[in-house]
């Protein structure tokens, strides 16, 4: 089979990406191999993709990924994602891993992993309003100072309930690590053919997530009594819902076609969701000295939490360093961000928030040991006899 002898090169809007994206056309120019550089534009001025495209080869974030998929998913072209943005589940190469993949790739000696998409139709009064494919998830949420919304949810035509609930989500195994993590749903393997339900802080504590077949049909339709509740297509494209309208999310015909990265799946979760190990992270304090707060947490073997019945089988221990002392540690659940961390102190007023939570203050308070249980932990606080003096 040939090798590849055209690249699309599209790059999130930030100087780090278009950089990256102009050095790996210039890398490729150099091999004579034509490429197109597309800066990643918001609706609806998304460029065309040139019908040359063999690859496309995304420089941003897990967002930049999602809205390139959107738009060339259907075209069958494979999609390469470099991760120059955040977190990264979709975009796990980094730039260090760039150039040895894209010698096997314009060899056409990579991987492609099939990934399912949905798509989420709007009817409003028998009308299609809108029909929209994503790769993560579908999601109808309330707005800010909404009331809780009602949403009366059928499968395949047969009644399942009437959600209420801030809102609902409707996710691929790919999204699975997006929006429904956060969520508190499930991790599904991303080249599964599943669809995943889950209610979003729903009224009633027996709504679990719900993982259905990928030839299900999902319908949601609006209750008359709600309002300020929008639909959302992978957190990127919105449309405000009124009272009666009718959301219908199936399987899409076509799904996308990502480049495997060479580190595992596993790895990823375990690299992403810092799932053990022996981590350091470094927060800017705002305070007049340009202090440097210092959050270290590792693994705690074999320790229980007092909570009672959110006793936790395994934990992990977060400790706040100020000016390099020891401040504060906190007992807290593995995975759980360290950014939620701090914002439980900030809303404690053990610390105060600047003008981002990265640039945090410590309010003058006495060292101590703060718990953290899985549940009701706004409420569970207890100061205990300093650590450290």
Same mark, same amino acid.
């Given at each position: 089979?040939?090798?590849?002898? &055209?690249?699309?090169?599209?790059?999130?809007? @930030?100087?780090?990406?278009?950089?990256?994206?102009?050095?790996?056309?210039?890398?490729?120019?150099?091999?004579?191999?034509? $490429?197109?550089?597309?800066? @990643?534009?918001?609706?609806?001025? &998304?460029?065309?993709?040139?019908?040359?495209?063999?690859?496309?080869?995304?420089?941003?974030?897990?967002?930049?990924?999602? %809205? /390139?998929?959107?738009?060339?998913?259907?075209?069958?072209?494979?999609?390469?994602?470099?991760?120059?943005?955040?977190?990264? &589940?979709?975009? /796990?190469?980094?730039?260090?891993?760039?150039?040895?993949?894209?010698?096997?790739?314009?060899? =056409?000696?990579?991987?492609?992993?099939?990934?399912?998409?949905?798509?989420?139709?709007?009817?409003?009064?028998?009308? +299609?309003?809108?029909?929209? %494919?994503?790769?993560?998830?579908?999601?109808? @949420?309330?707005? /800010?100072?909404?009331?809780?919304?009602?949403?009366?949810? *059928?499968?395949?035509?047969? *009644?399942?309930?009437? *959600?209420?609930?801030?809102?609902?989500?409707?996710?691929?195994?790919? #999204?699975?690590?997006?929006?429904?993590?956060?969520a508190g749903g499930p991790i599904v393997f991303?080249?599964?053919? @599943?669809?995943?339900?889950?209610?979003?802080?729903?009224?009633?504590?027996?709504?679990?997530?719900?993982?259905?077949?990928?030839?299900?049909?999902?319908?949601?339709?609006? !209750?008359?009594?709600?309002? !300020?509740?929008?639909?959302? &297509?992978?957190?990127?494209? #919105?449309?405000?819902?009124?009272?009666?309208?009718?959301?219908?999310?199936?399987?899409?015909?076509?799904?996308?076609?990502?480049?495997?990265?060479?580190?595992? *799946?596993?790895?990823?979760?375990?690299?992403?969701?810092?799932? #053990?190990? !022996?981590?350091?992270?470094?927060?800017?304090? %705002?305070?007049?000295?340009?202090?440097?707060?210092?959050?270290?947490?590792?693994?705690?073997?074999?320790?229980?939490?007092?909570?009672?019945?959110? =006793?936790?089988?395994?934990?992990?221990?977060?400790?706040?360093?100020?000016?390099?002392?020891? $401040?504060?540690?906190?007992?807290?659940?593995?995975?759980?961000?360290?950014?939620?961390?701090?914002?439980?102190?900030?809303?404690r007023g053990v610390i105060e928030q600047a003008?981002?939570?990265?640039?945090?203050?410590?309010?003058? /308070?006495?060292?101590? +040991?703060?718990?953290?249980?899985?549940?009701?932990?706004?409420?569970? +606080?207890?100061?205990?006899?300093?650590?450290?003096?």
């Open positions: 089979m040939p090798s590849i002898n &055209f690249v699309t090169i599209v790059v999130k809007k @930030n100087p780090q990406a278009q950089a990256a994206g102009q050095a790996l056309r210039e890398w490729l120019g150099a091999r004579g191999i034509g $490429a197109a550089l597309l800066v @990643n534009e918001p609706e609806p001025d &998304f460029p065309p993709l040139p019908t040359a495209t063999q690859v496309i080869v995304v420089f941003g974030g897990d967002g930049t990924l999602l %809205s /390139a998929a959107r738009h060339y998913g259907q075209q069958d072209t494979p999609i390469l994602g470099v991760n120059v943005g955040g977190l990264g &589940f979709l975009t /796990a190469i980094g730039l260090d891993k760039l150039y040895p993949l894209m010698e096997q790739v314009i060899q =056409r000696n990579f991987l492609v992993e099939e990934r399912m998409q949905l798509v989420g139709t709007l009817i409003r009064q028998g009308k +299609i309003i809108c029909a929209q %494919s994503v790769l993560n998830d579908v999601v109808i @949420n309330k707005g /800010a100072l909404a009331r809780i919304a009602e949403l009366r949810t *059928y499968i395949d035509g047969e *009644y399942l309930t009437t *959600y209420r609930a801030d809102g609902l989500i409707v996710s691929t195994p790919t #999204g699975s690590t997006a929006y429904t993590l956060g991303p080249t599964l053919e @599943n669809i995943i339900l889950l209610p979003i802080c729903p009224f009633a504590l027996t709504h679990r997530p719900l993982i259905l077949p990928e030839r299900s049909t999902i319908a949601v339709i609006l !209750d008359e009594r709600s309002r !300020d509740v929008y639909l959302t &297509f992978d957190g990127q494209l #919105g449309v405000a819902l009124q009272p009666g309208d009718r959301v219908e999310i199936k399987k899409c015909p076509h799904g996308v076609r990502l480049i495997k990265s060479p580190k595992s *799946y596993f790895e990823i979760l375990r690299t992403k969701l810092r799932w #053990g190990g !022996d981590l350091t992270y470094m927060v800017m304090v %705002s305070d007049q000295d340009s202090a440097l707060v210092v959050a270290r947490i590792w693994q705690v073997q074999g320790k229980q939490s007092r909570q009672g019945p959110d =006793r936790l089988a395994r934990e992990a221990l977060l400790e706040v360093a100020v000016n390099g002392k020891p $401040a504060y540690q906190l007992l807290y659940l593995p995975g759980l961000e360290i950014e939620l961390a701090l914002g439980f102190l900030v809303a003008a981002e939570l990265k640039e945090i203050r410590l309010i003058p /308070a006495a060292p101590g +040991i703060i718990l953290l249980g899985p549940r009701c932990w706004c409420d569970c +606080i207890s100061h205990l006899t300093p650590r450290w003096t």
